[in-house]
T-cell receptor, first 112, second 112 residues
């Protein structure tokens, strides 16, 4: 399978803990995007990378959210000091330039 | 920023009938409009997209139309089948592709 891969698929954690999600994009894609999706809503853009450069991060939800793509391949999204409101599906997508984005199946985060 | 509105939120059609989903956008700089299908537990899957230099695009049973003047675009599915049942999202982006704005989704049910 050469699609976008996200790990883990599900994460359950207690409020206040830190969590990290990983995304492996389609190999030849230079852009990588992170989104959050809550029930009944469309994906909400968080941040994106072109190669290893994070070109847009103004829409990260708070300073508890951070993302990295150190070598321009896989990316991680970290949420520190998780809160109840962070419960959502976190989606990753990749694209070749401004071509169509291809999504992974997401990581579902549940905060106890 | 861009605001994408999508209607209807739910749509039920008989198998074989057509389904139409409409979206409006606010930013005249938006010029790329993809449509995604999302099944339960999966990430959004691109089904068709259109750029602003084209008024209509068709792919088998699926077509998208774009009216730049009125800032709206529509998804048309003909000869619907039960496997078309899913949530459909429209989105808008500028040509730089650095931010995508999604509609709130349409839950389509095709009744056999």
């Amino acid at each position: 399978d050469t699609g976008v891969s996200q790990d883990p698929r599900h994460k359950i954690t207690k409020r206040g803990q830190n969590v990290t999600f990983r995304c492996d994009p389609i190999s030849e894609h230079n852009r990588l995007y992170w989104y959050r999706q809550t029930l009944g809503q469309g994906p909400e853009f968080l941040t994106y990378f072109q190669n290893e450069a994070q070109l847009e991060k103004s829409r990260l939800l708070s300073d508890r959210f951070s993302a990295e793509r150190p070598k321009g391949s896989f990316s991680t999204l970290e949420i520190q000091r998780t809160e109840q409101g962070d419960s959502a599906m976190y989606l990753c997508a990749s694209s070749l330039g401004s071509m169509a984005q291809h999504f992974g199946d997401g990581t579902r985060l549940s905060i106890l | 920023g861009e605001n994408v509105e999508q209607h209807p939120s739910t749509l039920s059609v008989q198998e074989g009938d057509s389904a139409v989903i409409k979206c409006t956008y606010s930013d005249s700089a938006s010029n790329y409009f993809p449509w995604y299908k999302q099944e339960l537990g999966k990430g959004p899957q691109l089904i068709i997209d259109i750029r602003s230099n084209v008024g209509e695009k068709k792919d088998q049973r699926i077509a998208v139309t774009l009216n730049k003047t009125a800032k709206h675009f529509s998804l048309h599915i003909t000869e619907t089948q039960p496997e078309d049942s899913a949530v459909y999202f429209c989105a808008a982006s500028t040509n730089t592709g650095n931010q995508f704005y999604f509609g709130t989704g349409t839950s389509l049910t095709v009744i056999p």
